[in-house]
């Protein structure tokens, strides 16, 4: 990851991380129930 750029894409990547967790988990719950 390139980190020396004003902007941190680690930080755009974890929250995209985040948002497809939770996706994840609706679909999860979904298919459980």
């Given at each position: ?6 902007n941190h ?25």
């Amino acid at each position: 990851m390139l980190t020396g750029h004003g902007n941190h894409p680690t930080l755009r990547y974890l929250r995209h991380l985040q948002w497809r967790r939770q996706c994840i988990r609706r679909s999860l719950l979904k298919w459980s129930s």
